[in-house]
């Protein structure tokens, strides 16, 4: 590669370890033509997940692969094992060069609609998978694109949602299913039809223009290619997918990474200490489109975050440097960092004021996804939380002119980046640092930086 890159593992919780997640405000970028290896540790995780480039706006290069956390041998799944195991990789595709569309980005422009959709990198029936009649087989789908919600379906199957970013769901028979940016599934799938080939659907949902692509489900036994139209889907109907939203649930009884129940943690009876409320909003600075999150629209230091934290380098960044809560419609940039308690238990709120479907990402963590709805939110909002069996998870949706209420249990400490999902948003400035910190030095609560650690900025020199 002729640029400088680092790799994120979207959804790995990287414990006590932020030295190695992998973005900007904790990692020195990888220089052209070196190595690199990231020591990472999934305790207490399991599901589908996938990494991807974070640096820049490389993500529009490709370099996605999928994420595969097993649960441990003696630990049930509440499932029968299935026949196969695929990774299903869909996301929205500029036929553009990165380099091209960030120089459109630095240049203070928009960028256009996407040129087309791609499933493990392929255009349209490029993708197959190929089941036996009547074995089940796991499908873990994630939106790896740039910007667009994608609905997933496939011809003349229906499909059992079973996991969601690391948590067993309640399992519910879908036709077809929305994956936002960032967010990945579970679902099983049995061969059940007669033997041919049958289309696999993905299409962009809640836009004018409406790209579709698609794989194909091949039977083993099939002399029959696909043939006529893909089947449709949902289009712009956003009730149908904020319904089906709600209906994803944990499923209590199954064990997670341990042998114990799911439900055994009951999140919706801790108090919580401090709420935060978070709008996105787009607008001008100097004359360039700028994105933001409570008015500030952050910018990239010259040094990794968590690299001038640990070394104490001053004038880096500034504890407080976006608010809990919006304040007015202007926009400024600034090295945005919140801090936070360790071991507190916190509510944030995603207010999304504008006409899109929004996408929230925090690194280090799983949420407990407890509300959506259209409107601004109050604090009555609060009487319509689910608080027994909201799904867990990292990436959650926010509807146009809506909210989404999370409870995080901030049991991590390190610099994490709490971002939009839509890139070229993110590249602009619609994210922030959440620094989890604790005055306790101590390898129980975070370990010590890695001795690869790569150096630069105005931690060049310093020692390991």
């Not at 928009?110 to 040129?115: A, E, G, Q, S, T």
Request: net charge positive; glycine share 8%.
């Amino acid at each position: 590669m002729d640029f400088f890159m680092l790799l994120s593992r979207n959804g790995v919780q990287q414990r006590k370890n932020s030295f190695q997640d992998g973005v900007y405000g904790t990692n020195c970028p990888i220089p052209p033509g070196k190595n690199f290896t990231y020591k990472i540790q999934v305790k207490d995780q399991i599901g589908s997940f996938f990494y991807f480039p974070s640096l820049a706006f490389n993500k529009a290069a490709g370099g996605f692969g999928g994420i595969r956390i097993l649960s441990r041998p003696r630990i049930p799944v509440p499932f029968p094992e299935p026949a196969g195991d695929y990774t299903v990789l869909i996301g929205d595709w500029y036929k553009t060069n990165h380099k091209v569309l960030k120089a459109i980005l630095d240049y203070g422009k928009r960028l256009k609609f996407p040129d087309g959709i791609l499933i493990n990198g392929h255009g349209p029936n490029g993708a197959s998978f190929t089941v036996e009649p009547g074995k089940t087989y796991r499908f873990r789908i994630s939106n790896v694109g740039l910007q667009n919600s994608l609905n997933f379906r496939i011809e003349g199957h229906n499909m059992k949602l079973v996991e969601v970013e690391g948590t067993h769901t309640i399992q519910t028979t879908l036709s077809s299913l929305d994956v936002h940016v960032g967010q990945s599934y579970s679902m099983l799938v049995t061969a059940d039809q007669h033997a041919k080939d049958y289309y696999i659907a993905v299409s962009t949902r809640f836009t004018s223009q409406i790209l579709t692509s698609t794989a194909v489900l091949h039977y083993s036994n099939s002399r029959k290619p696909v043939s006529g139209p893909p089947p449709g889907g949902p289009t712009t109907e956003i009730d149908w997918s904020l319904n089906q939203a709600r209906s994803i649930r944990t499923n209590l009884t199954a064990s997670g990474p341990r042998p114990n129940p799911q439900g055994s943690y009951h999140y919706g009876q801790i108090k919580v200490s401090r709420t935060i409320k978070l709008a996105n909003s787009a607008g001008q600075v100097n004359h360039k489109q700028r994105y933001a999150v409570n008015g500030v629209s952050f910018v990239p230091a010259d040094t990794p975050l968590k690299l001038a934290d640990y070394y104490k380098i001053g004038g880096v960044f500034r504890i407080g440097s976006i608010p809990d809560n919006p304040r007015g419609r202007s926009i400024h940039t600034d090295t945005s960092v919140m801090g936070a308690d360790h071991k507190a238990f916190i509510e944030i709120v995603f207010e999304n004021r504008e006409n899109i479907v929004q996408s929230w990402h925090l690194d280090g963590y799983n949420f407990f996804v407890v509300g959506m709805d259209g409107g601004l939110w109050t604090p009555k909002s609060r009487k319509q939380y689910n608080l027994s069996d909201a799904v867990s998870r990292c990436t959650t949706q926010v509807y146009p002119k809506s909210w989404t209420a999370v409870y995080v249990a901030l049991d991590n400490v390190g610099m994490w980046n709490l971002r939009s999902q839509f890139w070229a948003r993110q590249y602009l400035g619609q994210q922030f640092y959440l620094r989890v910190y604790t005055p306790v030095q101590s390898v129980r609560d975070e370990y010590p930086i890695p001795t690869n650690a790569l150096l630069c900025g105005r931690a060049k020199n310093r020692h390991r």
